[in-house]
């Protein structure tokens, strides 16, 4: 029997239950104990009135008459404020059996006295934590004691129980630890659930005093006690779910952040119960959708962060389950804060990857914001579908491509260069690589088309990326002599008119870029004249003119002409690379060393280094 209903009731009279000469009645083989004892004694002693309370049960009438008295003695201060450990311990596992022989009657009448021996109680809990502990069966046998009877379920009638709960939470959630066995766990969980759904309610404190185990930095300190609320909050969500609901909307909804201290914690929370338990927050979530629509630009941003999160993990249905959250959810991508619709952009990539089902109420908020005014968005629109494409090209469709398509034309470089390398990793991953079959390869076949038709474009940027682009993804200078050649013959047959004219005019330009490289090696080995140095100086120049910005790219090709004509090991290098029997691998080895070369050399400026790559790449 246990005291999930009972209540304090007064205890029989002590008449004939004290012996002869008026002196407490202790179990055979027993002495008195006093304070006139030594501990040691006192610890023997207790021990054997711990095996008698542990031996009797309900049904022992004449002992439990018997035995009042002494149950009430050691309820008294002297026990209750003993300064040792092992009396405090066989006095606490004493009271445990006692509560658990009387029930449903307690055999104390004071409401302070009630509520002095739970909280002497729960303080000998805390010697749960040293599991290595000699005395530690006994804590455990005091855990099950309790848990068993649910004997704390009889302080619901005590004005001030909340105090009592609150400790026993925050002792069990502050001792469960990686060395408890799962019965500590399944004790300590019967223990608190008992207080949670048979009691009126569950109070702010004694809410917090739970929550704050979600709290990452509580979280990564002590898991156990993470995982201990995890558990606890399962089971009784049909009767917390309402007092979880009230703590939010007295935080969201009426903005009243004095009513805990985990208000500032409040999104952090709502992760960690949405990963728990969705119908935890049943109530929740239609105050997220209050506050998505709040004035306030920095608190729309928080809520987004939070529903990114929720709506694009692995796991979850809330989208489907949440509609109108949903549909209120998709509008903030076009708000009117930029920070807002950047983290909306952002999270498309992991709901596209986990939810693929929703790709379609996604793409037209994407097609929108690939025409933001703001370059930072439009950036990482490009970056949220190739990166979902590079996973699966399965999960984007071909509307979404083709926003990336677009891109290829973007006033900014920076955007432009995104969605062309973008293209260029798809195009290699599906059509020379072949990694999601036939299908795949032909639903990007037109990327090859589209980087090259950039070539004809007026900045040089575009066309030194598209150079680029053809030797590191198109027909990539790594492959061996053969597979390159086939590589190239098989995109070169199978490119649109537009595209092979663009090719040949880029092996053309580049053609002629070698020659001017040449020309200005042979005026290096002539004498100095003025004649030769007024050539020198025109090649000069027009070797700026293919390389990016070309006004700085003047001040560089002078000072590396100054080196060049200084360093015969360079260029005899340079001379290689031009030649046209020079092999990829030579080239690469010849532009490696120069990269590292310059990059160390104090005599060359590392704010040339853009240069020194575009030079001899």
């Known amino acids: ?353 986990n939810h693929p089902d929703l790709a379609k109420d996604l793409t037209e908020y994407l097609k929108v914001r690939s025409h933001d005014p703001e370059e930072a968005i439009r950036h990482d629109v490009i970056v949220t579908i190739i990166t979902a494409a590079k996973r699966d090209l399965a999960l984007v469709n071909d509307q979404l491509l083709g926003f990336v398509r677009e891109r290829t034309l973007d006033k900014r470089w920076r955007v432009r260069k995104e969605a062309m390398m973008g293209l260029a990793q798809l195009y290699k991953k599906y059509c020379l690589h072949g990694e999601a079959g036939k299908e795949a390869a032909e639903k990007v076949s037109w990327i090859k088309d589209k980087l090259l038709h950039i070539y004809y474009q007026n900045s040089i940027d575009d066309k030194l990326l598209v150079e680029k682009i053809f030797a590191q993804y198109l027909v990539p200078h790594n492959l061996e002599t053969e597979e390159r050649m086939k590589c190239l013959y098989y995109l070169y047959a199978s490119l649109d008119p537009n595209a092979v004219k663009a090719l040949n005019e880029m092996w053309k330009c580049q053609n002629m870029l070698r020659s001017h490289v040449r020309e200005l090696l042979d005026l290096h080995k002539q004498p100095t004249s003025e004649a030769n140095c007024s050539a020198m100086f025109g090649k000069l120049m027009t070797i700026a003119k293919n390389l990016p910005d070309p006004g700085k790219a003047q001040d560089f090709v002078k000072k590396f002409n100054q080196v060049l004509g200084d360093d015969e090991k360079l260029r005899s290098q340079l001379e290689l690379l031009i030649s046209p029997t020079c092999s990829c691998k030579q080239a690469d080895v010849c532009v490696v060393s120069k990269l590292y070369f310059y990059i160390c050399s104090p005599s060359f400026a590392y704010r040339n280094l853009h240069f020194i790559k575009a030079f001899f790449t």
Request: charged content about 25%.
């Open 1 to 353: 029997m246990d005291f999930s209903t009972a209540q304090p009731k007064p205890a029989p009279a002590l008449c004939g239950v004290v012996s002869a000469d008026g002196k407490i009645a202790y179990p055979p083989g027993v002495k008195e104990i006093t304070d006139k004892i030594t501990t040691d004694e006192m610890i023997k002693r207790l021990k054997m009135v711990v095996k008698t309370f542990m031996d009797m049960d309900q049904d022992s009438e004449d002992e439990k008459q018997q035995y009042l008295p002494l149950a009430l003695h050691l309820a008294s201060e002297f026990f209750l404020r003993n300064p040792n450990k092992d009396v405090r311990l066989l006095v606490a596992c004493c009271l445990a059996d006692i509560f658990r022989i009387y029930a449903p009657e307690a055999p104390y009448t004071s409401h302070d006295k009630l509520k002095d021996i739970f909280l002497f109680i729960t303080r000998q809990l805390k010697g749960l934590e040293d599991t290595k502990s000699p005395q530690f069966n006994r804590y455990f046998y005091l855990l099950e004691n309790l848990a068993w009877v649910k004997s704390y379920n009889i302080c619901f009638e005590l004005e001030d129980c909340n105090e009592i709960f609150i400790q026993l939470f925050r002792t069990l959630f502050s001792v469960i630890n990686n060395s408890h066995n799962k019965k500590v766990q399944m004790h300590m969980l019967d223990l608190m659930s008992s207080i949670i759904m048979e009691g009126d309610g569950v109070t702010q404190e004694l809410l917090d005093s739970i929550l704050i185990n979600l709290i990452p930095a509580h979280k990564n300190l002590n898991k156990q006690s993470f995982d201990l609320a995890k558990v606890l909050l399962k089971r009784t969500v049909q009767t917390i779910e309402a007092c979880i609901a009230n703590f939010f909307n007295q935080v969201l909804v009426l903005g009243r952040s004095s009513v805990s201290d985990l208000s500032e914690h409040v999104f952090d929370l709502i992760q960690e119960l949405f990963a728990i338990d969705p119908h935890l927050l049943l109530s929740v979530m239609p105050q997220l959708e209050f506050k998505l629509k709040s004035n306030d630009g920095e608190e729309r941003l928080a809520v987004v962060r939070l529903l990114a999160k929720l709506f694009g993990s692995k796991d979850s249905d809330l989208a489907t389950q949440n509609r109108p959250l949903w549909q209120c959810f998709l509008g903030r991508f076009n708000d009117i804060h930029v920070p807002v619709r950047l983290e909306s952009v952002k999270f498309a990539s992991h709901c596209l990857m």
